[in-house]
């Protein structure tokens, strides 16, 4: 049995209509978390059936008082997007905090102190293409082919859905990586592009000129040496992409954001374009 409820905060930022179930159990992960489900504004008085973007980092996307370093605005971009016809369900999945970049890593890695650790990103992905996506389309009109569910995020999350999004082309046939943290897992994510890309589906890539001090501690190089290094990192990921069947403004979006920090402001305001680049094509009034 279902159990999504009304989202509920004694004060909140949350525009339109916004659910969650508390609690959600992945069997892949031994983990439980809420699952946020933000809805159309014509979803419950219309037969339609929508595409769904499902995105990570679940407490920084809707609802600004919940968030711990600002808010993507999701809710009052896609109510602004409905009157251009642009309608998306997204899903949001909060990450679990400490756990976040073992989650969002499917890579061996060296830990902030300098220790190896295993990835769990597959084990995530698989959460959400076993568990949650099935839910989903079991509780929502939903249109749940490939080239209408997409998959997005910020920094390790822009990580996790660019590998999503090349290790599964059969569930995700959209994608948004924000700012991907290319380097963390030993510039996996690079091996991943030039092995799995096919130039399916569509991908907005981007990343802002000043982000850095991201890499301070990481890779111990400061200024704009950092801020040069994160941004050509990326670039390679778009070389990478275009080597492999993607083409610029076909079905790949790149944008570099000049002065842009790694920041939720930063990824919010340049979040409208990245919609209308992924949902151009997945117009769609089926009943």
Not at 91 to 115: D, H, K
Not at 146 to 162: C, F, H, K, N, R
Not at 166 to 189: I, K, R
Not at 225 to 244: K, M
Request: hydrophobic share 35%; aromatic share 12%.
């Amino acid at each position: 049995m279902s159990t999504w409820q009304p989202y509920h905060a004694e004060q909140h930022t949350v525009v339109g209509d916004l659910r969650i179930w508390h609690d959600f159990h992945s069997p892949q992960l031994d983990n439980r978390r809420d699952v946020l489900v933000w809805l159309p504004p014509e979803y419950v008085d219309s037969s339609r059936r929508y595409p769904v973007l499902y995105m990570h980092d679940a407490q920084n996307l809707f609802d600004r008082t919940g968030s711990y370093s600002g808010e993507w605005e999701v809710d009052e971009t896609l109510t602004a997007l409905a009157q251009e016809g642009l309608d998306a369900i997204v899903v949001g999945l909060p990450n679990m905090r400490e756990m976040r970049g073992v989650e969002y890593c499917p890579y061996p890695f060296r830990t902030y102190e300098g220790a190896q650790a295993e990835g769990r990103g597959d084990d995530y992905i698989r959460f959400i293409i076993e568990t949650v996506k099935p839910q989903i389309d079991r509780d929502f009109r939903t249109l749940p082919e490939a080239e209408t569910t997409g998959i997005a995020g910020s920094s390790m999350g822009g990580l996790i859905s660019l590998y999503g999004f090349l290790a599964y082309p059969e569930v995700f046939g959209l994608c948004g990586s924000f700012s991907p943290a290319y380097w963390f897992g030993e510039n996996g994510l690079l091996a991943t592009v030039q092995q799995r890309s096919t130039g399916h589906g569509r991908v907005y890539l981007d990343v802002g000129t000043k982000e850095g001090e991201t890499l301070h501690g990481w890779l111990n190089i400061f200024g704009e040496e950092a801020d040069n290094t994160y941004r050509d990192g990326v670039r390679d990921l778009r070389d990478a992409l275009l080597s492999r069947g993607y083409t610029l403004e076909q079905n790949l979006m790149y944008v570099e954001d000049e002065g842009a920090p790694h920041r939720e402001s930063a990824w919010a305001a340049r979040l409208p374009a990245a919609l209308r680049f992924l949902l151009a094509q997945t117009r769609e009034t089926t009943a």
